[in-house]
């Protein structure tokens, strides 16, 4: 007699059951798989590497990277190489040779500084842009070639200035805050009214003003560094005013006979007052 292993009719119907799901879709095969076994590879998961290299994407999404990458580039570009412009600046014939030497090359786009200041700075003076600025490209802004003080110390010795009465305490102070790195209207290229970053604002302070004070010259009078006479005055007092004013009409006039050769901030105010001549006494 023939004896029916149901053991073996339950084996074949689950094999046939498993090939039945093996054959299904993709994602129901794998949870099936998944339930049964350990370790059954997600067909859905994408393994996703990437390279390290020199771009910076503009997203950190997967997105971001399997589309056009955005390029952020660190650098602050001159517009002539930005656009690959180089026959704008340089001879064709030999991209080595600029068109124009420097600054008149320069000064095809930018100002011309020996037109706008009656004292230029060194480097611009002697045509040297490049001694300050990067042609191309540079990560700072103005495309300079160093941040801040670094730049300026370059030439310029850092003890001399740092130790002065005036800078001791500039710490990281940039010196552009005070000093115009083209040129100005007086030796040191002072920007208009920096020396009130310290001192009064003699503007707020006076209804006339004495004209050095007006015209922000304040370097007509004083040095603004160091100097042996007191107020770090250029001169002695006298010396100071008859530089601009006529001596002659000054001791002749019928206030100053009796005065004699007296200073002259002992009645006048050097920086401005509430009438004309700045008097501080005034006459009974």
């Known amino acids: ?14 094999i046939a059951v498993i090939s039945l799901f093996w054959a299904c879709s993709p994602k129901f095969s794998h949870d099936v798989k998944s339930f049964l076994f350990d370790g059954v590879p997600d067909p859905y998961k994408v393994e996703i590497s990437t390279i390290n290299d020199s771009l910076k994407l503009d997203s950190t999404s997967i997105k971001g990277v399997f589309s056009n990458p955005v390029v952020r580039n660190e650098f602050n570009l001159h517009p002539p190489y930005k656009k690959r412009e180089c026959e704008n600046c340089h001879d064709k014939g030999s991209m080595s040779k600029s068109k124009l030497p420097l600054p008149e090359l ?4 930018h100002d011309d500084f020996k037109e706008s200041y009656q004292v230029l700075h060194g480097p611009v003076a002697s045509g040297s842009c490049t001694q300050c ?5 540079s990560k700072l802004k103005n495309l300079l070639l160093e941040n801040g003080q670094e730049l300026c110390f370059k030439c310029h010795d850092n003890k001399k200035i740092t130790n002065n009465k005036i800078h001791k305490k500039i710490e990281e102070t940039d010196c552009t805050t005070c000093h115009n790195p083209h040129g100005g209207v007086n030796t040191y290229s002072l ?3 920096s020396c009130y970053q310290c001192h009064d604002n003699f503007k707020k302070e006076y209804q006339f003003l004495h ?9 007509e009078c004083h040095a603004s560094h160091k100097a042996k006479t007191p107020k770090l005055l250029l001169r002695s007092e006298n ?10 009409e000054i001791y002749t006039t019928e206030y100053h006979q009796e005065i004699k050769k007296e200073n002259c901030t002992e009645c006048h105010n050097p920086h401005g007052g509430n009438n004309k001549n700045f008097v501080l006494i005034q006459k009974q």
């Open 1 to 14: 007699m023939y004896f029916i292993n149901y053991k073996h009719i339950v084996y074949v119907l689950f």
């Open 106 to 109: 320069c000064y095809q786009c």
């Open 133 to 137: 600025h990067n042609p191309h490209q």
């Open 191 to 193: 920007k208009a009214e």
């Open 211 to 219: 004209a050095p004070v007006a015209s922000n010259n304040c370097s």
């Open 239 to 248: 010396e100071v005013c008859i530089n601009c004013h006529n001596s002659k």
